[in-house]
């Protein structure tokens, strides 16, 4: 199992302590189209970060095994959380929600699972330190279903591991296209890791079609939240938006003949330009 490439970055967010996955949501006028879902449940815009656990969880725990029994293959995980683990990111996650539109919304499983069950009683401990923050709990089965039809409602959200890998993909379409998120994995002593949500897609390496924006987005978020220079991150945003109203594309977001599609290159470039300007 060491040797798996997922156990790699298994390993990196441990060897780097990072606890908090932030993959931040935001729609661009001009691209409902590209949108897999109907514009009239954009209303209003979407403005939103999901806040993933990332240092324990299903992912983590152990015993996890994979052995063949007298009836059978027979596959374990284990599901183990702290308290202090979900103190940790529920206060990270708190204090983003302070400095945004002050609402909150925690999404776990606690009408089965233990460990949902401690997330939220944590949670809601957390909560009475942040009385201005507007705090909410769903259940996450009806907070993906909430998340598509009215995501609008949405400010930070936080949720255990294995919820925000899910969440944080499907998430996804309602910003066009996977190629246009941003992340960044937060860590205990400020060595962050900022970069797209994506994989790295060995389908179409080296055709220079992929969209670079969400690590563009990416290095927006580092200068925002690692290196405290707002105003940058604000440029790296207007910068992408100025070329996106253009009608500038590249394939995963083209959806007209009335648009103008570009290479990987000929976007960043474009990006780099008005940067420049």
């Known amino acids: 199992m060491a040797d798996r490439a997922d156990q790699s970055l298994i390993r990196l967010r441990q060897e780097l302590a990072v606890y908090a996955n932030l993959r931040k949501f935001s729609s661009y006028a001009g691209l ?33 095994f994979m052995e063949k029994t007298p009836r059978g293959r027979r596959a374990v995980d284990t599901i183990e959380y702290f308290d202090f683990q979900v103190e940790r990111l529920a206060r990270y996650g708190f204090e983003l929600a302070r400095h945004r539109r002050c609402k909150l919304t925690s999404m776990s499983k606690w009408n089965v699972l233990e ?46 591991n ?46 220079d079609i992929a969209n670079p924006l969400g690590m563009i987005l ?15 991150a604000d440029n790296i945003d207007q910068a992408v938006e100025t070329v996106i109203s253009n009608g500038y594309r590249t394939a995963d977001i ?20 008005i940067l420049a300007a």
Not at 123 to 134: F, G, I, R, T
Not at 259 to 264: L, N
């Open 254 to 273: 083209w959806s007209s003949e009335d648009q103008k599609k570009v290479s990987t290159t000929e976007m960043g470039d474009l990006v780099a330009e």
């Open 32 to 64: 409902e189209d590209a949108s897999a879902v109907k514009a009239d449940r954009m209303d209003g815009g979407i403005d939103f970060i999901i806040v993933r656990e990332l240092s324990s969880g299903a992912y983590y725990g152990r015993p996890k």
């Open 218 to 232: 990416s290095a927006s978020m580092l200068l925002r939240y690692s290196l405290n220079c707002p105003e940058g």
């Open 162 to 207: 294995m919820f925000g890998d899910i969440l944080g993909d499907e998430a996804a379409v309602l910003a066009g296209s996977i190629g246009m998120v941003p992340s960044a994995e937060i860590s205990l002593d400020s060595t962050s890791l900022y970069e797209p949500i994506h994989g790295s897609a060995n389908d179409i390496e080296g055709r």
């Open 115 to 160: 460990t949902s069950r401690l997330w939220r009683d944590v949670v809601e401990e957390v909560a009475k330190d942040y009385p201005d923050v507007d705090t909410r709990h769903e259940i996450i089965d009806a907070g993906a279903m909430n998340l598509i039809l009215r995501p609008s409602e949405y400010d930070v959200i936080i949720m255990p």
